[in-house]
């Protein structure tokens, strides 16, 4: 929506997934492991994607595809 794209292409989506890979493989935030009673969470088969709750992925997502959108030629900025 920010980007004004006219559709969601493959780029797009690749850039989300690229985004979601990237912070799972960062330390989560004490806040996350809080909102779920652990001392630790690491990448790993158990740990893929950032969890819900964490707060980092509402800025990262959303650039991620803004910028993949205006790169890839969709954004009617």
Request: a negative charge; zero cysteines.
């Amino acid at each position: 929506l920010d980007a004004k794209a006219s559709e969601i292409n493959v780029e797009m989506k690749i850039a989300a997934v690229h985004a979601l890979k990237d912070l799972a493989k960062l330390d989560v935030p004490q806040d996350v492991l809080e909102a779920y009673h652990v001392d630790t969470i690491s990448f790993g088969k158990d740990y893929i994607i950032p969890k819900p709750f964490d707060k980092r992925l509402i800025d990262v997502v959303p650039k991620a595809v803004f910028d993949a959108a205006v790169s890839s030629g969709v954004s009617r900025l």
